[in-house]
């Protein structure tokens, strides 16, 4: 099965009932963010390739977890999608657990992401 398809079939709807206020709602963000369960790639401090599993993605960014703690600031490649790379920095951190921001602009990123994120999530303000 591709990395494309699999994607595709393992994204689903973030809206949750029980969300506690230490979670990040969708009602705070301005871009529509959609849940998945990808794993993405990155170069730590000394050039090794890391794994680390994105939890949620829209065209502005994702959360994900990673094997090391991250401080907020940190800026790096991340490789998604089967080879799509995209510059992001940490803008949040809760133990190794982070939300990195895109650096490139959401028109960019919905064009990248026209092909496995759903409409929704590539339409924004």
């Known amino acids: 099965m591709s990395l494309k398809k699999s994607m595709s079939q393992n994204m689903h709807n973030t809206k949750d009932k029980n969300a506690t206020n230490t979670d990040i709602t969708d009602d705070k963000r301005r871009f529509q963010r959609v849940s998945?369960?990808?794993?993405?790639?990155?170069?730590?401090?000394?050039?090794?390739?890391?794994q680390?599993?994105?939890?949620?993605?829209s065209v502005n960014g994702v959360r994900a977890k990673f094997d090391e703690t991250l401080e907020i600031g940190t800026q790096f490649v991340l490789k998604i999608a089967g080879g799509?790379?995209?510059l992001?920095?940490?803008v949040w951190s809760k133990g190794k657990t982070v939300g990195l921001r895109f650096s490139d602009n959401p028109d960019k990123?919905?064009?990248?992401?026209a092909g496995v994120l759903p409409a929704?999530?590539?339409?924004y303000p």
């Open 120 to 123: 929704k999530c590539l339409e």
């Open 88 to 90: 992001t920095e940490v």
């Open 36 to 50: 998945v369960l990808w794993s993405g790639e990155y170069a730590d401090d000394q050039g090794a390739d890391q």
């Open 52 to 57: 680390c599993v994105i939890f949620d993605i």
């Open 84 to 86: 799509v790379q995209l």
């Open 109 to 113: 990123l919905a064009s990248i992401m």
